[in-house]
């Protein structure tokens, strides 16, 4: 397997642990990172050997959603490039969706815009409960696209509507009510315990019956690509490079607030 810049990989077996790597910024999606997630996604599509991939994040936190700096370097790009990139963080939530292994997300700390994504992308995820989640994309004149289909999936539209309206800060209890985690646990110590137990139950059953009920699973709940989903890059790219999108960017990283 390949060297990567911004995720760390370590193997336990037939479990494989996938780390962002970029603790400095809160382990933030760039497209470095979105390229090598998607890269090693495709990847253990060919090794049989992995069953389970457990998704966390070094240092302080899970992840904290996409890197402004990086978002912000759309306005530098042709209408081309910046669709590309949309496309690519789209892809890259469909990737871990439908990926034939079990992925499971180990969260901590800040989980903000595209980590709770990552999140809602994993089949199972167990979070600390003083984790703190938004859906603050609004905040910064931004919409949360590509990960809406699959937090839908999750939780009800109603809920989605307050948290994404509101762009409010909640905990790992309402993570749970929600339907976004399964469980929260009151230290790391006692999620890394249970992680354990469930990475072991899950290997202790069948392959391929593990394998067809997700896949099952999947098409009943509408795993499939609509149109409408097939739109989102485009939604993506021209509300990244609107001028309330600039004025967000630009009022975050002055640390001001936006002129609305």
């Known amino acids: 397997m390949e060297s990567y810049q911004t995720i760390k990989t370590s193997t336990d077996g037939a479990v494989l642990t996938l780390c962002l790597a970029r603790p400095a910024v809160h382990n933030a999606l760039n497209d470095i990172m979105i390229r090598e997630m998607s890269a090693l996604f495709n990847h253990l599509e060919q090794d049989e050997g992995i069953r389970v991939v457990v998704i966390r994040g070094e240092g302080k936190s899970f992840c904290s959603g996409a890197d402004l700096r990086w978002m912000q370097n759309a306005f530098s790009l042709s209408p081309e490039e910046n669709l590309r990139e949309c496309c690519e963080l789209s892809d890259l939530f469909g990737i871990i969706f439908n990926s034939s ?128 989903m097939e739109e989102i890059p485009s939604l993506l790219a021209r509300i990244r490079v609107s001028a309330e999108a600039r004025e967000g960017f630009s009022a975050f990283l002055e640390k001001r607030k936006p002129n609305w």
């Open 101 to 228: 292994k079990i992925v499971v997300a180990a969260i901590h700390g800040h989980v903000f815009g595209g980590g709770t994504g990552l999140a809602a992308v994993c089949d199972l995820a167990y979070c600390t409960a003083d984790s703190q989640f938004s859906l603050s994309e609004a905040r910064l004149g931004m919409t949360a696209a590509s990960i809406t289909p699959y937090l839908l999936k999750k939780m009800s539209a109603s809920d989605l509507k307050e948290l994404i309206f509101t762009a409010k800060h909640f905990g790992g209890t309402e993570a749970v009510r929600y339907g976004l985690v399964h469980q929260h646990f009151p230290s790391m110590q006692e999620l890394e315990i249970n992680l354990k137990q469930t990475t072991s139950r899950l290997l202790s059953n069948g392959r391929q019956a593990i394998t067809e009920s997700k896949k099952l699973i999947n098409r009943l709940t509408g795993s499939g690509k609509t149109p409408e």
